[in-house]
């Protein structure tokens, strides 16, 4: 099996199929989710509140991410491994976006870049491209605009869908591969879906984009607590892993851990 590549991706969408999206953060996801044949891992910085312990993605740094991303693209040899962007690192003008994302080709060994905002980005992707860096771009619902949006809010409801569709087709004249839609409204994604030659990847964004993104672990149940509307849990990780913990405990504690068969004779 070959990695995965953009070329595959836009050969997807022209034949009308479906591909799943995960984010990764470390070896042994990356490792899994490279073999159950998830074609591509996004790096995201939704490490902020996933890794880091963080409110938000808002505090992610550049050189917090980039040993993330040297381990996911490490660990998966068939995905293709989107890094994002920190807040932060790209919104200076095009010169400081390219800088950034050749940091994370070079230094995290990235095989594209993803970036949030609308129109006024066009630059920013077009300078990034020409340097022969794949850009994926998200649009919505942006979390390192939510000050600014208000909070977590569905975007691109009623006349906000004519916005939603000129700040996905700016990404895509401005030569990006994909598009991240986030929350909005079924319908308004479908249209985006339909009028962009490239292919979208809806997260609460209905069933009509081309692909599908989750937070693995949301996807597989290891935060604890109540998820968003558009989350499925396909496990329970975090009673799987609390479990352990507390066998584990209770043998440390009892003294039936460890046993012969885990002691070295003299
Ligand atoms: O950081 C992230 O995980 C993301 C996806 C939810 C699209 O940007
Ligand atoms: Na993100």
């Not at 891992?41 to 409110?55: H, I, Q, R, T, W």
């Not at 066009?122 to 000050?147: C, D, K, N, W, Y």
Request: charged residues 20%; proline residues 6%; contains cysteine.
């Amino acid at each position: 099996r070959r990695r995965t590549r953009i070329t595959h991706l836009q050969r997807m969408k022209e034949r009308g199929e479906r591909w799943a999206m995960l984010t990764a953060y470390d070896q042994y996801a990356a490792e899994i989710f490279n073999e159950a044949r998830i074609p591509v891992l996004l790096v995201g910085d939704s490490a902020g509140n996933n890794v880091f312990g963080y409110e938000t993605t808002l505090p992610v740094t550049v050189d917090e991410l980039i040993p993330l991303v040297r381990a996911v693209t490490s660990s998966a040899p068939q995905a293709l491994v989107v890094a994002d962007l920190p807040f932060g690192s790209y919104q200076g003008s095009p010169e400081q976006a390219l800088g950034t994302a050749v940091r994370f080709m070079k230094e995290g060994r990235a095989h594209a870049v993803k970036l949030e905002g609308g129109t006024e980005m066009a630059p920013t992707v077009r300078l990034i491209t020409q340097a022969g860096i794949p850009v994926m771009g998200h649009v919505g619902f942006t979390p390192q605009s939510e000050h600014a949006l208000g909070g977590y809010r569905v975007q691109g409801r009623a006349e906000a869908g004519d916005e939603l569709l000129a700040a996905a087709q700016a990404f895509e004249d401005a030569g990006a591969f994909s598009v991240v839609i986030e929350m909005v409204p079924a319908p308004a994604a479908a249209r985006v879906t339909q009028a962009l030659r490239i292919p979208t990847v809806g997260i609460g964004a209905g069933p009509d984009c081309d692909a599908q993104v989750l937070v693995w672990q949301d996807m597989a149940g290891l935060r604890s607590g109540k998820a968003p509307r558009f989350v499925k849990r396909y496990a329970d990780l975090h009673g799987a892993l609390l479990g352990a913990a507390q066998a584990y405990r209770a043998d440390v504690e009892g003294g039936t851990f460890p046993a012969t068969e885990h002691s070295f004779e003299s």
